[in-house]
């Protein structure tokens, strides 16, 4: 043989007994048969064999197993993106003349993209006011195939009855898919709203924007989609194989390093953003604080019931449950808009940026005007920014918030 040919059918293997703390990177296109008869005959619908690298190697097939853990779920496929996620839902169980209901305070991509491409394939939506149970069950029609869960709602953070929301869409046979990005597999289950009970009660599908706090660096786009339902997986896996939805074997073994340690991560980071809140509440300038552990933030009971908080001091429920890092603060109208950017830009500790979940503490203004068909007159007035706690101290993190007021409204 000649060098260069060697240099590609080279015959060493090293030995295969190697055992350390990291999963391998297993990276494919191409992945080789030994014969025709293997080549026609393996299957990796069921991950009992590879036959290219779209449709799983050895390290996205670890991955999935253990974000079915983290979900209790039973299957899952993984995006590009939490978006594309979403999307992968809408195109594996929608088609011409169907309907899907979207929560009036989903994640803002999600409603965009339901206006624009699923509008074009001739599917219809309707945005549904996620707080009132009543207000989804009577938007539910013969063409509603689809409804999507969020909890809480983005931005806003308002946390809905779920398990009302669920049993309607149930009681009319209608698929639920949750947007379960906040809740992480680590807020509350899924797939068992009522741990305990002897009773099952589940979305059909969770998805998540691993993006957040299972990759936690701010550096990796990835998403997935888990579910118990055999038929559901296979739908998904087939629509998946033909839209040729791929992630890279490296982002995976860094959401794979990621993952232990996400827990810790998650609860610094919600232990972090209570004392933030806790001080928030303190200040007059702001005429609402908006964030699930906060007794008089919308549908604060829903997350007690939901994700067992139960420890109430001072307006604000401590330590009990799990609540994100994500916290919202509505600005008094006398606030003006050019104050509440002054307000951002005088932050040094919170970047301004999208995300979350990562290292670093984040900071986005909205404005809600155009954001929302269904919310409060109140909550439209006034300036409006979301805070996303990294792991920081919080104490810094209060001491620059403290700073960028003082230097905003002077
Ligand atoms: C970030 C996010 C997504 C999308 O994730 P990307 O990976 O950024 O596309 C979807 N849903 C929610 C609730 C998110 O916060």
């Known amino acids: 043989m ?11 293997l090293p030995p295969g007994d190697f055992a350390s703390p990291q999963f391998p990177v297993h990276k494919a296109s191409t992945v080789f048969f030994t014969d025709v008869e293997q080549m026609r005959d393996r299957q990796w619908l069921d991950k009992s064999g590879y036959t290219y690298g779209l449709h799983g190697t050895p390290t996205t097939f670890v991955l999935e197993e253990r974000l079915c853990q983290l979900e209790g779920a039973q299957h899952a496929v993984l995006l590009p993106s939490g978006l594309a996620a979403l999307a992968q839902v809408n195109l594996a169980f929608l088609k011409q003349g169907d309907e899907v209901l979207i929560p009036d ?23 549904y006011d996620p707080m009132r149970v009543s207000d989804l069950a009577q938007r539910i029609t013969a063409q509603t195939q689809l409804v999507w869960l969020e909890a809480p709602g983005s931005v806003t953070l308002e946390f809905p009855d779920l398990l009302g929301l669920l049993k309607v869409c149930q009681q009319h046979g209608v698929l639920t898919a949750l947007d379960n990005t906040w809740g992480a597999g680590l807020a509350f289950q899924p797939f068992d709203l009522m741990p305990g009970s002897g009773e099952r009660t589940g979305v059909d599908m969770s998805v998540h924007a691993l993006t957040k706090y299972p990759s936690g ?3 990796v786009l990835m998403g997935s989609v888990t579910t118990c339902r055999a038929d559901l997986a296979k739908a998904l896996k087939l629509s998946h194989m033909r839209l040729g939805f791929g992630v890279s074997g490296n982002d995976v073994e860094l959401v ?36 699930p552990a906060v007794a008089a933030s919308p549908g604060h009971a829903h997350w ?47 970047k301004l940026g999208y995300s979350w979940g990562g290292p670093m503490s984040l900071v986005v203004p909205y404005d809600l005007t155009h954001m929302r068909q269904h919310a409060d007159a109140a909550l439209l007035q006034g300036g409006f920014v979301r805070l996303s706690m990294g792991l920081e101290d919080p104490m810094d993190l209060i001491a620059d918030l403290e700073q960028a007021l003082r230097q905003a409204l002077s």
């Open 217 to 219: 660096g701010g550096d």
């Open 2 to 12: 000649k060098p260069i040919t060697d240099l590609i059918h080279h015959s060493y």
């Open 105 to 127: 305070n989903a994640y803002g991509p999600l409603k965009t993209l339901v206006q624009a491409e699923l509008a074009n394939a001739g599917i219809t939506h309707q945005l």
């Open 256 to 291: 794979l390093r990621s993952l232990p340690s996400m827990a810790l991560r998650y609860d610094a980071q919600d232990h972090s953003c209570r004392q933030v809140a806790a001080w928030c509440l303190q200040q007059a300038v702001f005429a609402q604080v908006l964030h």
């Open 304 to 350: 007690r019931q939901l994700c067992a908080g139960d420890v109430v001091d001072g307006g604000l429920v401590h330590g009990g449950g799990r609540a994100a890092s994500l916290l919202s603060l509505r600005f008094h109208s006398h606030v003006t808009p050019q104050q509440v950017d002054a307000f951002c830009n005088a932050l040094s500790l919170f």
